[in-house]
């Protein structure tokens, strides 16, 4: 059965303090990895798609990394509007269409 | 453009009552989704839609009925539900070909409540 795990829960950081979020997976045969962004009471907003170790993608404040184990996310400078709960998600190979949740991180950064 | 249509935002249903969530997009997708998400949770796998054939159901109560009228188009019929399925309904899309990106592209969200 294909497990993601997210850490820490919870995360507050000062503006502009620089920090990581992981996920670590276990899937048989990884097809893609997901980052997802989600506002409260909002769908979430994609991010990234990572499919094999090594492979790194960067959008503003924001880079994703993958090995064969976990990800993370990076978050350079924060600002306020950065908060909100990152989710991870993988994809098994022979499975296009299920997605596998992690239960998120809920960024909070302070002005 | 990568956007879901919802509608309703928010609803507000009685336990006998029925009534229909509604989800739209214009990217070409061909896999449409369902998923439900509690306060606090990630999203769960409901429905899916694959080239408007019912190809996934993550043994949902028959008081759940989804319908796929064309490649556009998503609805979920809502009979008889309980207080605990008061949850946010999200819809999603996403790319169906070999090869292409398989990332899924989800709407904002119906807000549902069961009185």
């Known amino acids: 059965e294909d497990q993601v795990t997210q850490s820490p829960e919870a995360l507050r950081l000062q503006e502009g303090e620089s920090s990581s979020l992981n996920c670590s997976y276990t899937?048989?045969?990884?097809?893609?990895l997901f980052w997802y962004r989600q506002d409260p009471g909002k769908g979430p907003e994609f991010l990234f798609t990572l499919y094999s170790a090594g492979e790194e993608k960067e959008k503003e404040r924001l880079k994703a990394t993958l090995t064969k184990k976990e990800s993370f996310l990076h978050i350079t400078a924060p600002k306020p509007e950065d908060s909100a709960t990152y989710l991870c998600?993988?994809?098994?190979?022979?499975?296009?269409?299920?997605?596998?949740f992690g239960s998120g991180t809920q960024l909070t950064v302070l002005p | 453009d990568t956007e879901v249509t919802q509608t309703p935002k928010h609803l507000v249903m009685g336990m006998t009552n029925k009534k229909s969530l509604k989800c739209e997009q214009h990217m070409g997708h061909r896999a449409m989704y369902w998923y439900k998400q509690k306060a606090k949770k990630p999203p769960e796998l409901m429905f899916v839609?694959?080239?408007?054939?019912?190809?996934i159901n993550e043994s949902v109560p028959s008081r759940f009925s989804p319908e796929c009228p064309n490649s556009s188009l998503l609805n979920l019929h809502l009979h008889a539900l309980q207080p605990e399925d008061s949850a946010l309904y999200l819809c999603?899309?996403?790319?169906?070909?070999?090869?292409?990106?398989?990332?899924?592209?989800f709407g904002q969200g119906t807000r549902l409540t069961v009185v």
């Open positions: 899937v048989s045969g990884l097809r893609g």
């Open positions: 998600a993988v994809q098994r190979a022979g499975s296009a269409r299920q997605l596998t």
């Open positions: 999603a899309s996403s790319q169906e070909k070999r090869g292409k990106n398989t990332e899924a592209f």
């Open positions: 839609y694959s080239y408007e054939k019912l190809s």
